[in-house]
């Protein structure tokens, strides 16, 4: 079983920057492809950025692309997401999921190509 658990959230102004970090276990990092996604107010959870195996491929969504970076540290069993010029729209809980897989899919922030879901960290932008 693969655990996941999300860090580092919390209330920032817009323009701001925040880092989340998220520490996994149960598996090697070589093993697993990794993801960021939120869910906003009243909207469906959406994948923010995916990162593969070794880091060699990364996705981001359209919304965030120039803005946000994923990387990961798989000596440390750590996945992180460094927000940059952050917006009030980016106010969301953000989750890291899993799934044991070397290379991205072709929809890699497609939330059923992930099996293992940490608890979220809430993100606040004010304005």
């Known amino acids: 079983q693969v655990h996941l658990a999300e860090s580092g959230g919390g209330s920032v102004q817009a323009g701001g920057s925040l880092a989340l970090s998220c520490v996994f276990s149960?598996?090697?990092?070589?093993?697993?492809?990794l993801a960021w996604f939120r869910q906003r107010p009243g909207e469906e959870r959406e994948g923010v950025a995916a990162?593969?195996?070794?880091?060699?491929?990364?996705a981001y969504s359209d919304p965030v692309k120039g803005r946000f970076t994923i990387s990961r540290d798989n000596a440390k069993n750590m996945l992180f997401l460094q927000m940059n010029n952050v917006k009030v729209e980016d106010t969301a809980v953000y989750y890291c999921?899993?799934?044991?897989?070397?290379?991205?899919?072709?929809?890699?922030?497609?939330?059923?190509?992930?099996?293992?879901w940490g608890q979220g960290t809430q993100v606040t932008v004010s304005s």
């Open positions: 990162i593969s195996n070794l880091g060699g491929s990364t």
């Open positions: 149960g598996v090697s990092g070589s093993r697993i492809v």
């Open positions: 999921a899993a799934d044991r897989s070397r290379a991205l899919s072709s929809r890699p922030l497609a939330e059923d190509q992930y099996a293992f």
